[in-house]
């Protein structure tokens, strides 16, 4: 067995370790990507091999959560990908209108910039009164951010051109209060979103909903594992209900392809066929 | 020697590189390369068609989960980091830019190594900052060929230098296997394609 050949197993070791004392499931995560994070960590905590990681994750709760961030990805954007919110705007919004009442589950939403852009449009599109926003995270921190709805001041000149570029109709500096380094989000965006811990690749179906969004998520996934967060999707989608992915995500790894049509194929909306 | 993938990491004066490159190729070159180059997140893959027009070998953006096949070559998608997998596939993560870049060299260098070894050819040419500098040092370290861009040819001499100084740095000192001007490195990948099925008899000289 090469050097290669023992970190590798040493890195499923580790896996099974965090699953078996914490819960938390990574393995069935891209390889490569889990490999990246490790030897990121490796270099930071200045330990030799991964056994001293598995070791200290065992036995060190806060190292451990430490590490668990590690392999969490909370990289978003408000208005993140600006043309696919325009596509939401023109060719999902119009399908929403038609239900009397609208659930939304945000499957991933990290830090919760995506959460609120989708309360903005929902608000200036009249339906947010009639409407439930369920944002999961595995990342209980992630949500806790998400939940105070405060962000950096720093990027608001970003998110003001995602916005406007996506079709916003107001001005953007109206949805939050700036303090020093700091904006709050407006206290109506927040009233009907649910934010939740839900970990996609261990628990199961919690509502029936409308339209799903989940970006940027499963491209950490592999396969086998893609499949399974996907049959979640379709068993919790309403019949003709819709399904938004990221950028350069599809159905088409996965055994799901046939069962979707296409929106819009550029945004990578998908609907649920009947 | 025999090797089953090229990586490129490139930036700033890449496109005129790149055009230079693939329409030197020739058809039927076989070895699947991979190229990270630096572009604005807002990129669509427009360029990537450009290329495609003077190019024999077929240039694709890499597609998540994709099978890399021989004969064609993939370009890292705007505002991704590209993998390679053990099995030969590519994964994109969304993960923090590394030196400001997204998609980043190293991050498809390390993966790369990794997967591929002794099999692997590393190329750092012209480039503004230090990414790939981490990234050949994994391709030496996991025993695949590392070529570097003449800095003194090069438009942007800052991550061609940088690449061989990581090299020579450290506990382990490596020399890269060749330091050559664009167009001996197209000269020596179009001879790595010829003996795609035999080994590299000892005619080339290495440049000092």
């Known amino acids: 067995m090469t050097s290669e050949d023992t970190s590798e197993l040493e890195i499923l070791l580790l896996l099974e370790a965090v699953y078996q004392k914490y819960g938390y ?73 038609t239900y009397p009442f609208i659930k939304i589950w945000h499957a991933g939403c990290a830090t919760g910039e995506e959460a609120y852009s989708m309360a903005i449009i929902l608000q200036e599109e009249g339906l947010y009164d009639r409407t439930i926003i369920y944002a999961t995270d595995f990342n209980q921190q992630a949500l806790d951010k998400a939940k105070e709805a405060i962000f950096s001041n720093a990027m608001m000149k970003e998110y003001t051109a995602n916005y406007q570029l996506s079709g916003g109709k107001e001005s953007f500096s109206d949805y939050y209060t700036s303090s020093y380094d700091n904006v709050i989000m ?48 379709y068993e919790s989608l309403v019949n003709g209900g819709i399904l938004c992915l990221g950028s350069k995500e599809g159905l088409r790894p996965t055994n799901f392809h046939e069962k979707y049509m296409e929106l819009d194929k550029k945004q990578r909306i998908f609907k649920k066929k009947y | 020697m025999h090797y089953d993938a090229i990586v490129i990491g490139i930036s700033s004066g890449g496109m005129t590189a790149l055009k230079f490159i693939f329409s030197a190729l020739p058809a039927g070159f076989s070895i699947p390369i991979i190229v990270v180059q630096h572009i604005s997140a807002q ?151 010829k003996n795609q099925c035999r080994s590299l008899s000892g005619q080339l000289i290495k440049y000092k």
């Open chain 1, 25 to 97: 499931d990574f393995r069935q995560y891209s390889k490569a990507h889990i490999n990246r994070r490790i030897r990121n960590r490796l270099v930071l905590s200045g330990l030799d091999d991964v056994s001293q990681i598995q070791s200290k994750v065992l036995k060190d709760e806060t190292f451990a959560y430490q590490f668990l961030q590690d392999l969490s990805i909370t990289v978003t954007e408000m208005f993140r990908d600006k043309y696919f919110y325009r596509s939401l705007r023109e060719n999902v919004v119009p399908v929403l209108k």
């Open chain 2, 43 to 193: 990129s669509d893959n427009d360029w990537a068609n450009l290329l495609n027009e003077k190019s024999n070998v077929t240039i694709k953006e890499a597609d998540e989960k994709e099978k890399i096949a021989c004969g064609n070559a993939y370009i890292a998608p705007a505002n991704y980091h590209l993998l390679i997998e053990q099995d030969r596939t590519f994964s994109i993560t969304i993960d923090e830019r590394v030196y400001f870049a997204r998609p980043s060299i190293d991050v498809l260098f390390g993966s790369a190594a990794a997967a591929y070894k002794e099999k692997l050819v590393g190329i750092v040419l012209t480039g503004a900052n230090n990414d790939g500098a981490k990234g050949i040092k994994r391709v030496k370290e996991c025993g695949g060929l590392a070529i570097i861009q003449d800095p003194k040819t090069a438009e942007s001499a800052t991550m061609p230098t940088a690449a061989i100084a990581a090299l020579l740095c450290g506990k382990l000192a490596i020399q890269p296997d060749y330091i050559l001007p664009l167009e001996k490195i197209i000269e020596l990948l179009i001879e790595f394609g």
């Open chain 1, 186 to 233: 407006n206290q109506s965006l927040k009233k009907n979103i649910v934010w939740a811990n839900h970990n996609l690749v261990t628990d199961s179906v919690f509502a029936e909903v409308h339209l799903i969004l989940c970006r940027n998520v499963l491209i950490y996934f592999d396969i086998n594992l893609q499949n399974r967060v996907q049959k979640l999707f």
